[in-house]
């Protein structure tokens, strides 16, 4: 299987602890992408890499919140200090960029519950 | 600023009729658009993407139009299934931005 994939699939926590989330990208892909999803609304841009740069943050990405992908392979997202608010589906994208436009795949997403 | 919006945000029919969901965003400077599906509590499942040089874009059942100029896609559903039940998400990704911007999604039900 060549498609995204994202682990844990699940994830529960109690507030003030932290989690890391992985994402694997579709191989040849030079740009990775992480989107958050709260409940009734479409994904939002978090931030994205290309290769190994992390070239944007949107505001959403607050301290707590780090990104890596190290060697442009796979890319964690950790959140330290866990708050309620937090409690989402998080989502990897993976795509290849060449000239202007791409499709972008996205991976079946992990889901934190914050206690 | 990109703002995109979806409507309906919910939608019933019964199985066999043919449906209209509608995408509107506000910079008509875009690469691609892009509709997805995402069943409860999954991820996105990309079914459409129509170039900003292309108007249409069909697959299967599903046709997608897009009208750059005025800002609209429209995602054409025909003869609907109880299996086409899910949330369907419009995005749009131009260069400025670098990023897929998102609609809230419109759900829809299709029942036997």
């Known amino acids: 299987d060549t498609g995204v994939s994202q682990d844990p699939r699940h994830k529960i926590t109690k507030r003030g602890q932290n989690v890391t989330f992985r994402c694997d990208p579709i191989?040849?892909?030079?740009?990775l992408y992480w989107y958050r999803q709260t409940l009734g609304q479409g994904p939002e841009f978090l931030t994205y890499?290309?290769?190994?740069?992390?070239?944007?943050k949107s505001r959403l990405l607050s301290d707590r919140f780090s990104a890596e992908r190290p060697k442009g392979s796979f890319s964690t997202l950790e959140i330290q200090r866990t708050e309620q608010g937090d409690s989402a589906m998080y989502l990897c994208?993976?795509?290849?960029?060449?000239?202007?436009?791409?499709?972008?795949?996205f991976g079946p997403g992990t889901r934190l519950l914050v206690l | 600023k990109q703002e995109v919006t979806q409507i309906p945000a919910a939608l019933s029919v019964p199985e066999g009729e043919n449906l209209v969901l509608n995408c509107s965003f506000t910079?008509?400077?875009?690469?691609?658009l892009q509709w997805f599906r995402q069943d409860p509590g999954k991820g996105l499942t990309s079914l459409l993407l129509?170039?900003?040089?292309?108007r249409e874009q069909t697959s299967g059942r599903l046709n997608a139009s897009l009208d750059k100029s005025s800002g609209r896609s429209t995602l054409y559903i025909a003869a609907s299934q109880p299996g086409d039940s899910a949330t369907y998400l419009c995005?749009?990704?131009?260069?400025?931005?670098?990023?897929?911007?998102f609609g809230a999604g419109t759900r829809l039900a299709v029942h036997p």
């Open positions: 191989s040849e892909h030079n740009r």
């Open positions: 129509i170039q900003s040089s292309q």
């Open positions: 994208a993976s795509s290849w960029r060449r000239g202007s436009g791409e499709t972008q795949y």
């Open positions: 995005a749009v990704f131009s260069g400025g931005y670098n990023k897929l911007i």
């Open positions: 910079d008509s400077a875009i690469y691609n």
């Open positions: 890499f290309q290769n190994e740069a992390q070239l944007e």
